[in-house]
T-cell receptor, first 114, second 114 residues
Framework: KAGVTQTPRYLIKTRGQQVTLSCSPI?????VSWYQQTPGQGLQFLFE???????NKGNFPGRFSGRQFSNSRSEMNVSTLELGDSALYLC?????????????FGNGTRLTVT | EDKVVQSPLSLVVHEGDTVTLNCSYE??????LLWYKQEKKAPTFLFML????IEKKSGRLSSILDKKELFSILNITATQTGDSAVYLC??????????????FGQGTRLTINP
């Protein structure tokens, strides 16, 4: 069974630009979550989608947005990039809908903002 | 505010030693506690614990949860250089509509010297 797939693996953008990251969950998984990982803050929750609905959102500014499609694939968008947005962005999927299903993570997209 | 604290933050041992990693938490709406291993990119799932006092084991790794005292430990026996990684503890906190959100600790960086 294929794992969580994230594209692209690496991105370099300039301040003020916008970026879209893509995530394909494990087949059959309907919940997709996004996390930001930085050396200073560790892993922080961005948002979670289930059946195309955002069910939860972390403490990030409105520049961070996402969506989920009917095939459970998800995209995350960051507009008006800032230097502090440089991070590893991790997507994770789970069965959710079943009791206590663990998250399985993709390899992430490394975003560098210059 | 939900909080997960891991200790120690860093640990260096010799191959063959036994190590114990600690994780304490204070969260609302506890659902489960999870341990992950992160080497280069994706955190890989190790254990999910939901019930107090029941040990989960996988080879040389084991973990147990104490829901009364709000902590968990991860034990690794007969350590090998391949165990070198960052070990992450996370608590799954259930939000509205069953939303899934993991709150992560800072991680313990484990280094195994040959």
């Amino acid at each position: 069974k294929a794992g969580v797939t994230q594209t692209p693996r690496y991105l370099i953008k300039t301040r003020g630009q916008q970026v879209t990251l893509s995530c394909s969950p494990i087949s059959g998984h309907r919940s997709v979550s996004w996390y930001q990982q930085t050396p200073g803050q560790g892993l922080q929750f961005l948002f979670e989608y289930f059946s195309e609905t955002q069910r939860n959102k972390g403490n990030f500014p409105g520049r961070f947005s996402g969506r989920q499609f009917s095939n459970s694939r998800s995209e995350m968008n960051v507009s008006t990039l800032e230097l502090g947005d440089s991070a590893l962005y991790l997507c994770a999927s789970s069965l959710r809908g079943r009791e206590n299903s663990p998250l399985h993570f993709g390899n992430g997209t490394r975003l560098t903002v210059t | 505010e939900d909080k997960v604290v891991q200790s120690p933050l860093s640990l260096v041992v010799h191959e063959g030693d036994t190590v114990t990693l600690n994780c304490s938490y204070e969260v609302t709406n506890f659902r489960s506690l999870l341990w992950y291993k992160q080497e280069k990119k994706a955190p890989t799932f190790l254990f999910m614990l939901t019930s107090s006092g029941i040990e989960k084991k996988s080879g040389r790794l084991s973990s147990i949860l104490d829901k009364k005292e709000l902590f968990s430990i991860l034990n690794i026996t007969a350590t090998q250089t391949g165990d070198s990684a960052v070990y992450l503890c996370a608590v799954d906190t259930e939000g509205v509509q069953g939303a899934q959100k993991l709150v992560f600790g800072q991680g313990t960086r484990l280094t195994i010297n040959p």
